[in-house]
């Protein structure tokens, strides 16, 4: 699986948007980006994944450059629940493998 | 999204004794789930993959004698930690795939300590 590069801390006041971004200048044509969220003492909770179109649900919006060598996840407006460790991966879906954890984006939401 | 229930969330234990920790998926079948363990502000390190009715596939270092995984079924996998250590108390975390879909989902996570 290719490899990601995440900024190992940022903060964000609240209600403002969230821009975390990630690098994955490695990744490969049938490989997508995933992000999860891991609060603390929490198992990791599923964000939003893409292939190489924006993607957008309830929770974020998921922005791939064209040549699909970074992306960045954005919430919106963050709240003080949105304070946890970010992590993007990519992998082969339905591949068998599994999600290996770099060391991820730990943001803090602030007053 | 899917649900994946790890059980128990918390558990102490007495060195030597074994412990098992149970996860499930709740509303769909899991085909392949993955056992990982979190040290305290560490990142999650994977310990092994089991398909179902497979034997487990343990990462470099794990060692499959003491840390026990059964895939009896498509909604239950077990991990039983063997002769627990104070050093085996962390965080461990279960995740599950299935069929359908590109998503895997993630338990709870339970938290053992062995004194």
């Known amino acids: 699986d290719a490899k990601t590069t995440q900024p190992p801390s940022m903060d964000c006041a609240e209600g403002r948007a969230a821009n975390l971004p990630c690098n994955h200048s490695?990744?490969?044509?049938?490989?997508?980006v995933y992000w999860y969220r891991q609060i603390h003492s929490q198992g990791p909770q599923y964000i939003i994944h893409?292939?190489?179109n924006n993607e957008t649900n309830e929770m974020a919006s998921l922005i791939i450059t064209e040549d699909r060598k970074s992306s960045t996840l954005i919430l919106p407006h963050a709240t003080l629940r949105d304070t946890a460790v970010y992590y993007c991966?990519?992998?082969?879906?339905?591949?068998?493998?599994?999600?290996?954890f770099g060391k991820g984006t730990s943001l803090l939401v602030t007053p | 999204g899917a649900v994946v229930s790890q059980h128990p969330s918390r558990v102490i234990c007495k060195s030597g004794t074994s412990v098992k920790i149970e996860c499930r998926s709740l509303?769909?079948?899991?085909?392949?789930m993955f056992w990982y363990r979190q040290f305290p502000k560490q990142s999650l390190m994977l310990m092994a993959t089991?398909?179902?009715?497979?034997?487990?596939?343990?990462e470099q270092g794990v060692e499959k004698d003491k840390f026990l995984i059964n895939h009896a079924s498509l909604t239950l996998s077990t991990l039983t930690v063997t002769s627990a250590h104070p050093e085996d108390s962390s965080f461990y975390i279960c995740?599950?795939?299935?069929?359908?879909?590109?998503?895997?989902?993630f338990g709870e996570g339970s938290w053992l300590t062995v004194v």
């Open positions: 490695t990744i490969s044509g049938n490989e997508y």
């Open positions: 995740s599950a795939t299935g069929t359908f879909g590109n998503t895997i989902y």
């Open positions: 893409g292939l190489k």
């Open positions: 089991s398909n179902e009715g497979s034997k487990a596939t343990y």
């Open positions: 509303d769909f079948q899991a085909t392949t």
């Open positions: 991966i990519v992998i082969i879906t339905n591949s068998g493998y599994a999600l290996n």
